[in-house]
């Protein structure tokens, strides 16, 4: 039996911790907040729940089958969730990558021989990251794992090709092949995803997320609570309210951590956060770092985070629901002058697509009855306007403030009269998911998805060692994409690490 001790309780920490429990180490999880969860996470107000960061998750094989390896799939409420799209020329609800075709044919009829051309390509990478009903093979070990791998090392050449064509092509430059810049199919598919993403993602997330997109219908916070419980059950130890100063090492090896003015003994830790965030502020001995990967953590770009809107409103689930059609929509907006890049633009949101998603119309019970809750979403440039104000906490309320606004306007082109109908509101900004969550300027989904500022070499790798031993990343960071499969790959690594 090891001592392990887990910094942070995100879904990496939590799988991480029953893994490791039920093979029957003595596992110890500290987390910062009073809840656990991180980005998958919720939390109720006035009566109306809201998601705080992360809506919905992909890779489902992968997910179920952690839910059953740690034994409670069958607590578990996942549904499916289905995706809207609307704009002035798209209006539809498509249920496979077919469909989602069809109705940008529908929607750009005078531009079918461009269509035609960017699909033939585009239809070429669709499949490229495998089965999606199979997990993926990070979750196996020994001839399990060979076997998950035997399909993608007899696709390897193909794979290879389709890679050296478009794993360093981002998803505007693809676009830009076939769309004139600034035009709406250009906006359509370059805004796809996260900004500047691999082309090679485009087809592959599109082909998935219409038959693997799923949510919590208790929503995250409940999920985060059933592993959490879970793993107490198991033996494991949950420190909530507890934040990790520093990881204690010694002979180049971590063997603890500060908490509190306490010392921890450990045979293994395992950072479940940021990656940044644990070298360079958590580490006892920077000297343990070679000066120029330390350089490199310091300036390898990290994911753009989340601005969110969170409404309640007094308007029902079914009159929500004449307006939205299904819990989640996507609203292009085709208002030009938009960058992602811009952090100066003063009107930024009064020009950024959202998502629009209602976690009252996947479960009544997350709003008052006759009431329904609301959430507005975008990605932000970083330190937008001077980081929210440099500071100064009347101008980031402020601009707060202005953000909601804007986003507020441009959802009542959807529901008509909204701002009469709410009750509540308020937002989160990456401030406040940098506050709540740790991760460096609030990112969504570790390190940045443009392959031309990528941390690791390989993008589908899975990089749970660091220069300290004994020390591991158990957290979506240990993957350039990270997300709730990079968080699962990570915590299984080092679930089979720690023997």
Not at 57 to 76: L, N, P, T, W, Y
Not at 258 to 287: E, P, R
Not at 340 to 353: G, L, M, P, R, V
Not at 441 to 453: L, Y
Request: net charge neutral; aromatic share 14%.
């Amino acid at each position: 039996m090891k001592n392990v001790i887990i910094i942070g309780s995100g879904m990496g920490g939590l799988i991480a911790g029953n893994l490791l429990a039920k093979k029957g180490h003595k596992v110890t999880i500290f987390e910062a907040h009073s809840m656990p969860g991180g980005y998958t996470a919720g939390f109720f107000r006035k009566g109306y729940y809201f998601e705080s960061g992360t809506l919905g998750f992909e890779a489902s094989a992968s997910v179920f089958k952690a839910m059953k390896d740690i034994g409670v799939f069958e607590k578990s409420d996942f549904v499916k969730l289905r995706m809207r799209f609307v704009s002035e020329d798209l209006n539809g609800t498509p249920e496979n990558y077919d469909d989602y075709k069809k109705m940008i044919y529908a929607g750009f009829p005078a531009e079918k021989e461009k269509l035609d051309t960017f699909f033939s390509e585009l239809d070429k990478t669709a499949g490229m990251m495998g089965n999606v009903d199979e997990p993926m093979p990070f979750l196996y070990s020994g001839l399990k794992m060979f076997k998950s791998m035997l399909p993608y090392i007899l696709s390897g050449p193909k794979q290879m090709k389709l890679a050296r064509q478009y794993g360093n092509m981002t998803s505007s430059e693809f676009a830009a092949k076939y769309f004139e810049k600034d035009s709406k199919l250009f906006k359509v598919f370059s805004g796809f995803g996260y900004p500047d993403m691999p082309s090679m993602y485009v087809g592959t997330g599109l082909a998935g997320m219409f038959t693997d997109y799923w949510t919590v219908q208790g929503g995250m916070q409940s999920w985060a609570d059933l592993l959490a419980e879970n793993f107490r059950k198991l033996g494991g130890d949950l420190e909530l309210n507890s934040h990790v100063d520093k990881i204690i090492t010694k002979n180049g090896a971590a063997v603890g951590v500060l908490c509190k003015n306490t010392v921890y003994d450990a045979d293994y830790v395992i950072s479940a956060g940021d990656y940044k965030k644990t070298f360079l502020k958590l580490l006892d001995g920077q000297s343990l770092i070679p000066q120029a990967l330390q350089d490199k953590i310091e300036s390898a770009a990290v994911s753009e985070g989340f601005y969110t809107v969170y409404l309640g409103l007094n308007m029902s689930n079914e009159e929500l629901g004449k307006y939205m059609k299904v819990p989640y929509v996507f609203t292009y907006n085709y208002k030009p002058g938009y960058d992602i890049y811009n952090s100066e633009d003063a009107e930024f949101f009064s020009k950024t697509s959202a998502a629009l998603y209602s976690p009252s119309m996947v479960n009544p019970k997350h709003a008052p009855e006759g009431k329904s809750s609301l959430m507005l979403q975008t990605m932000v440039p970083y330190h937008w306007m001077d980081n929210w104000g440099g500071g100064d906490k009347e101008v980031y309320g402020q601009l707060k403030e202005k953000a909601m606004d804007a986003m507020i306007d441009s959802a009542s082109r959807l529901i008509p009269g909204l701002k009469a109908y709410i009750e509540y509101k308020d937002a989160a900004t990456p401030l406040t998911y940098e506050r709540f969550t740790y991760n460096t300027d609030g990112a969504s989904s570790a390190w940045s998805w443009n392959p031309k500022k990528k941390f690791y070499k390989n993008s589908m790798s899975v990089n749970i060692e660091t220069p300290v031993k004994n020390l591991y990343i158990g957290s979506c960071w240990a993957m350039q994409i990270g997300g709730v499969p990079g968080a699962l790959a990570a915590a299984y690594q080092c679930a089979k690490k720690i023997k």
